[in-house]
């Protein structure tokens, strides 16, 4: 059998067991991770390394890492390919039941009984790359958990063909797996001194062959309302209700031109993700993502303008504002790099797929390594509609991602001339 064709299996084996696995994240949690359901991944992660006979640790905040010793001689640079196990708190990712979709035509995919979760080419367009392909989708009453399981699957199974086939020469790798990147904090306690990585790559993208060397900067920013609570039976006169401020400020937002929803390409956008309160007080929790890292004041000025006019409106409310980083577009460092994206291409191509270097409306791991001195391009993991019930991925594009993982590493062994940041 080609080697392929065992890959495509093997990852697809992989992928079913890990996504059956809630690793959801909380935003609301002070703990590292933030959902200690994200440790049973780890463990199985950890487990199935140790048994490859690959050197595992998993730290006490659920970072797995996971080191192969070059076969190629010394001297050569460390790379590393990074995915995150955590899923999105947008969509419930418990008891996911995968379901395969084989020899697909063209036709809707119908993934629940009731067929009220429907994809198509309407609204997935990409499925017109994948006709014959075999499609996995949940089965509509979650998310899959492709983002970013999918990439998990993918190294893991490179780890494993890498060990296998000692044909396949390479420097020293690194395998990471890291906690709460959906929440902005995949890599807040990542000790890189430790990690000892020269070069890395996440696989956290989407279409076979993308190549991602720019994100946005995002920003997060906490609205905080105050209003005066009173007993509703003798409130006339008294209340300031803080849920009522915060609805007006919705209301305002969703006709905004820089709501996510009338944006594209490389406009910026403002998005309210999570609100909670009662009369008295109310918090909304909004990301402000940009390319350009100086237009995210612009977008903060909006939002507290909004809060601005929806106070006037209320007399006796008042808000506050809290602003902090997350990640900053990482291509004005990756560009002192071009190899980076130069091998990526000639990797994808040993693989049979074909290139495509794209900005990414949002941001990955990456993003912070890069910033944190670790430059590291994003590449296709192959799943769609993340953080949705109908989001998905096919066999054959992990097949390709695993592919161009192990043709990168063949590749960092051949042209080692590249020395660390």
Known sequence: ??????????VTERFLRYVQIDTQSDPQSPTVPSTPKQKDLGRLLLAELQELGIEATMDDHGYVVGRLPSNAGPGLPVLCFCAHQDTSPDCSGSRVQPQMHPHYDGRDLFLDEERQHILNTDTSPEL???LGNTIITSDGSTLLGADDKSGVAEIMEAAKQLVLNPEWKHGPLVFLFTVDEEIGRGVDHLDLKALGADWAYTLDGEERGD??????????LTLHLHGISAHPG?????MVNALKVAGSILHAASASQVAPEHTEGREGFVHPVSMDGNAEHCRINWILRDFQTADLDGLASLVENLARIAISNFPGSRYEVVREQQYRN???????????VEHAVEAMCRAGVNPRLRSIRGGTDGSRLTAMGLPCPNLFAGGHHFHSRTEW???EDMGAAVMT?????????E???HSSV
């Open 393 to 395: 991925v096919s066999v």
């Open 415 to 417: 042209k080692p001339h």
């Open 211 to 220: 190549i991602e060397d720019e994100t946005f900067s995002a920003d997060s």
């Open 128 to 130: 017109l790359n994948q």
């Open 234 to 238: 003798f409130a006339k006169g008294r």
């Open 330 to 340: 990482m291509k004005e460092t990756l560009d002192q790099f071009p190899f980076l």
């Open 405 to 413: 993982i192990m043709h990168l590493a063949t590749i960092f062994s």
């Open 1 to 10: 059998m080609e080697l392929i064709n065992i890959i495509q299996r093997s």
